[in-house]
């Protein structure tokens, strides 16, 4: 029977062969082909990260005496309310940068606020004169028809404050409205003049008796005639 072969014996670590000429520790499970220990050194799991992977202080923030602030072309710096402000702005440490941001922040959020009705009223006028235009009594799904312009024209024209109407009608829109546009056309019409009506031969059947039948040109102007009878 083979003999067995005695496990090798495990290096101490003040042995001198337990460790590199470097001074790392062996790793003594790794064998070479003849059977010696690996050469290569263990690095321990906890070793020193590079220096260089160290992250910096944050720099302290620098809270100015007073705060400058830079304000949209056209608009006016509200000196009241950066009075009111600045105590809170040094209370929290904010650095003149981060001030700002919060100042144009403001800004933008005052400036959408107002223009926000504006742009609603714009919108409400378009979709009035889109559904006006697209109305085939009024328009031809572009303009209005010219008569049906003509037509309010011509009624506008006619009041004795047709100047101050206009203005009325610009000012709130309602000149756009579907509605009041084919109220007002419908208001022309009706007061549009007559055609003139022309004259011509008398009614065959004029003032004939029940189941009479059509009287002459005579009968018709002489009713009471003898030969107009019968």
């Keep these: 029977m083979a003999e067995e072969q005695a496990p090798a014996p495990v290096v101490q670590g003040n042995d001198p062969t337990a460790r590199t000429p470097t001074g790392e520790i062996v790793d003594q499970q790794a064998k070479q082909p003849d059977g010696s220990a690996n050469a290569d050194p263990v690095k321990p799991a906890d070793a020193a990260k590079p220096a260089d992977s160290e992250k910096k202080p944050a720099e302290a923030s620098v809270v100015p005496d007073k705060y400058e602030f830079k304000v949209p072309e056209g608009a006016q710096l509200n000196e009241a309310l950066i009075a009111e402000a600045t105590p809170l702005f040094k209370e929290m440490g904010l650095s003149q940068e981060n001030a700002q941001k919060l100042f ?85 019409k009706a007061l549009a003049e007559g055609t003139l009506v022309r004259g011509g031969n008398p009614s065959p059947a004029g003032q004939a008796a029940p189941g009479a039948g059509p009287k002459s040109a005579a009968q018709a102007m002489y009713p009471g005639l003898p030969s107009s009878a019968g």
């Design 104 to 188: 144009d922040f403001h800004n933008k959020a005052i400036a959408d606020v107002a223009s926000a009705p504006g742009k609603a009223y714009e919108d409400l006028r378009t979709s009035w004169r889109n559904d006006t235009v697209a109305n085939k009594e009024l328009g031809d799904g572009k303009a209005l028809r010219p008569e049906v312009q003509a037509n309010i024209a011509k009624a506008i024209d006619s009041l004795p404050n047709a100047k101050d109407f206009r203005a009325a009608m610009d000012l709130t829109g309602v000149g756009d409205n579907p509605a009041f546009v084919a109220a007002v056309n419908h208001w022309a």
